[in-house]
Each structure stands twice: as structure tokens, then as C-alpha cells.
Nanobody
Framework: QVQLVESGGGLVQAGGSLRLSCADS????????MGWFRQTPGKEREFVAAITWNGDATYYADSVKGRFTISRDNAKNTVNLLMNSLKPEDTAVYYC????????????????WGQGTQVTVSS
């Protein structure tokens, strides 16, 4: 059973960096694609980034391309999101997700979701 727990959120000034982590305590996510979504009040959850089960391909939303980097460590059952050059519009609750196939996950239909971690970027 996949059990996802996010960490690393917080408050940062514009231009700063944060590193989010998602740990799978069930230790079975190695067979799934994994990704990050974010959501702000009154808006739908939006795709941020995703990575294949073996890390050979990554995908990013246009709004974060060149600033965010997704990576995974299957030995540690974790997926990370390094966020650089943060902007106030990056403020959101960030959710980790796991599932297959990749197109379903990128469209928000992941099988498993964490509870989210708040990221706030001040101007």
C-alpha cells in the first residue's frame, strides 16, 4: 500500500528556494510514476511536475519549467521537488501523487495522494 507524506513546505521570499520531499512509508511506490500538483483556494488542482518510475523521463508545467526540478530515489522511496527562483504565484498547497499510467497521473488521476504541504512565497 502506497502511503505518501510530504514535507519541506514553508515561507520563503520571492527569488528563494525550497525543496519538497515525498516519502512513501508503504515502500511500494517504486513501481509507479510520481508527481507533484498544487492548489490554491478556489482553483482546481494543477499539474506541476512528474517523473517516470525509473526516473528516465520528467515532465513539467510550462509555468515552472527551468525553475523546478523533480527527482526520485527509489532506494529511499522518496521523490523530491527542488523549487528555485520562487514567485508569489507559486504559493499553494503542494501535493504528491503516485500512479500509472503517466498520462493519467499528469491529468490528476493518480491512484495515491498525500495530504499536502503549504508553500508560501512572499513578495
Amino acid at each position: 500500500q502506497v502511503q505518501l507524506v510530504e514535507s519541506g513546505g514553508g515561507l520563503v521570499q520571492a527569488g528563494g528556494s525550497l525543496r519538497l520531499s515525498c516519502a512513501d512509508s508503504g515502500r511500494t511506490s517504486v513501481i509507479y510514476a510520481m508527481g507533484w500538483f498544487r492548489q490554491t483556494p478556489g482553483k482546481e488542482r494543477e499539474f506541476v511536475a512528474a517523473i517516470t518510475w525509473n526516473g528516465d523521463a520528467t515532465y513539467y508545467a510550462d509555468s515552472v519549467k527551468g525553475r523546478f526540478t523533480i527527482s526520485r530515489d527509489n532506494a529511499k522511496n522518496t521523490v523530491n521537488l527542488l523549487m528555485n527562483s520562487l514567485k508569489p504565484e507559486d504559493t499553494a498547497v503542494y501535493y504528491c501523487t503516485a500512479g500509472e499510467p503517466m498520462p493519467y497521473l499528469r491529468n490528476g488521476m493518480g491512484d495515491y495522494w498525500g495530504q499536502g504541504t503549504q508553500v508560501t512565497v512572499s513578495s
